[in-house]
């Protein structure tokens, strides 16, 4: 197959590059710096020549957009929004204009599109949309506008040959360097990784080999369109989620931290609380009524498998 990726320079594109390459694929990377081969120059805005790599390839996923590791400021938030809508546009504009459009377009979307919850988790169906829940920062609901922005984007694209997937992501776990297993790692060998603010709110999750074969289904199920939860079937409290990440890197330590520590954590690194504080409970209820089994469905042997192959670089 030929794939092209657009915004796949993160830590989530170059999981999927380096999957699909060794499996003999040709993979083209869509990104305002290229640097190899393979990769290929766009603006994120207007159509160039790169469309026509979009032109008779046979899969597009979508994953451009301002990272979400960064503070929060109007700027910024800005900046997420304008991003991944203007992305979502101009890639719906190419595949409309293709002549040989690819059978499928997986968008990038997030699970942060559902409510901060503690009662019970979100699938598609039943799912709580988020964004006018009580007693939690404003700016929060900016986060559920750029995911139903995002999503509704490739939604209003006319692409009549091209089924369309939207992947409301939880965090993908890998060992690479700078994702988010990275920063969380380096906090628990610290002896900081504690809970956080009372740790009772949800961390929803997705091992980077199930993250992969996830993708893979959602390309050869022609059955599958609309939304999808991309995230492990074992969400886990966030005290327990660091309890259990501090024993696979064998760290008898985490120091707990409250809201306001947590807040000058994220201003040290850069970073934002709501990464932190949001409670994402969030099951794959689409893909398990599939049949699809997760070889990583709870994060006790997710978090094992990832620090061993860390350890071994």
């Known amino acids: 197959m030929k794939i092209v990726i657009p915004g796949g320079t993160g830590q989530v594109g170059a999981i999927l590059d380096r999957a699909f390459t060794a499996a003999g694929h040709d993979v083209v990377v869509l990104t305002r710096s290229p640097t190899g081969a393979r990769q290929v120059r766009w603006d994120g805005t207007t159509i160039g020549d790169w469309a026509g790599h979009i032109d008779g390839c046979d899969v597009v996923v979508n994953l451009a957009g301002r990272s ?33 459009p690819p059978k499928v377009w997986l968008q990038m979307s997030t699970a942060t599109i559902y409510a901060h919850r503690f009662d019970a988790a ?81 961390v929803s999750w997705i091992h980077d080999r199930d ?13 599958l369109a609309g939304p999808v939860n991309v995230a492990a079937p074992g969400p886990l409290p966030q005290r327990d989620f660091a309890r259990t990440l501090r024993s696979a890197w064998r760290m008898p330590v985490g120091l707990p931290a409250t809201s306001w520590m947590a807040e000058i954590g994220a201003f040290a690194i850069r970073s934002d609380t709501e990464l932190l504080l949001k409670s994402r ?11 699809f089994v997760f070889d990583y469905p709870d994060w006790s042997a997710a978090a094992v498998d990832l620090v061993r192959r860390r350890r071994a670089g």
């Open 281 to 291: 409970r969030v099951v794959p209820g689409r893909l398990l009524d599939t049949g």
């Open 211 to 223: 993250f992969v074969r996830v993708i893979r289904l959602l390309i050869e199920r022609d059955d």
């Open 122 to 202: 979100n699938d598609e169906r039943d799912g709580v949309i988020g964004g006018s829940e009580s007693g939690v920062p404003g700016y929060w609901a900016y986060s559920v506008e750029i995911a139903r922005n995002w999503e509704a984007e490739q939604d209003r694209a006319t692409t009549p040959g091209t089924r369309k997937v939207a992947l409301r992501s939880a965090m993908v776990m890998s060992p690479d360097r700078g994702g988010v297993f990275d920063v969380l790692s380096w906090l628990a060998r610290l002896g900081l990784g504690g809970s956080v603010a009372g740790g009772r709110q949800y």
């Open 68 to 100: 979400v590791s960064c503070r929060y400021t109007e700027a910024n938030l800005a900046a997420m929004m304008s991003s991944r809508v203007e992305s979502a546009r101009v890639v719906g504009q190419a595949i409309a204009a293709a002549a040989r």
